[in-house]
């Protein structure tokens, strides 16, 4: 019988490991190469820098997340502040023409009041009445507020269903006609006669504009005694203007 030999060698395929002696070890070298991390950022692959790597690894790789960008944060200026320049253009002419023949929706410059084109009415009325007297413009912007304030309680005194909002909006675009009669003033100026009827116009002008916009069928015959301070309200606007 005869002892057992050393066992047959092993040849390792493709993906085994071979374990070598500690004597053959010796002669071994060698290194391993970095991985070859890329990011794709949507276009091209681009390869991370050593940093970034770093992050990530640390699980801090939010920190190099990129939102992308908002439509909602690109909008024009005029957008952001809700002025529509054709809205206001279009309540301009429904106050200065408050003739129900010409066909102008009215009740759109009080079912959808804005604050910027009564506010840009407010403040014309302003430098045209002080002649560039800065200081009273507030006051003008305080009557106009707390006039429309007044305004509005009245009518909800009297059980017309309207919003402070509609009563500023309305209030300050009827302002226009004072604008409007202003030139003819100082043209006239010195016809007493004239320039008081051109400032009787005027005032029942803006009155009317404003009138026929708030002193709805609800107030039934109430209606004279919403009309009166509104009218009283012009009259003291026209004041401001010409001094009296």
């Known amino acids: 019988m005869q002892p057992p030999g050393p066992p047959p060698a092993y040849s390792p395929t493709n993906g085994d490991f071979t374990f070598v002696s ?21 276009g091209d692959f681009i390869k991370e820098s050593t940093a970034t790597t770093f992050l990530r690894q640390r699980g801090y790789g939010w920190l190099l997340e990129v939102e992308d960008d908002d439509p909602e944060d690109n ?13 206001i253009y279009y309540k301009i002419r429904c106050v200065l023409m408050p003739m129900p023949s010409l066909g102008f929706n ?25 002649y560039g007297q800065f200081r009273v413009v507030s006051w003008i912007i305080t009557i106009w507020i707390f006039g429309s304030l007044t305004i509005f ?16 909006g309305v209030i300050g675009y009827s302002l226009l006609p004072l604008i409007v009669i202003a030139p003819l003033l100082l043209v006239v100026g010195s016809f007493e006669v004239v320039s008081t009827l051109i400032k009787l116009f005027g005032v029942f002008w803006a009155a009317y504009s404003a009138a026929s916009l708030l002193v709805g069928e609800e107030f039934k015959t109430k209606k004279p005694l919403l009309i009166y301070p509104i009218f009283l309200l012009y009259i003291y606007f026209l004041s401001l203007y010409t001094g009296v």
Do not use: T
């Open 22 to 42: 500690s004597a053959d070890a010796e002669d071994l070298s060698g290194s391993i190469a970095p991985p070859d991390v890329k990011l794709n950022l949507g």
């Open 75 to 87: 909008k024009p200026l005029l957008e952001e502040l809700d002025i529509d320049l054709k809205d």
């Open 106 to 130: 009215r009740q759109v410059v009080r079912d959808n009041p804005d604050f910027w084109g009564p506010l840009a009415v407010v403040l014309f009325f302003s430098m045209i009445s002080l």
């Open 153 to 168: 309680l009245l009518a909800r005194v009297l059980g017309g269903e309207v919003a402070y909002g509609q009563v500023l």
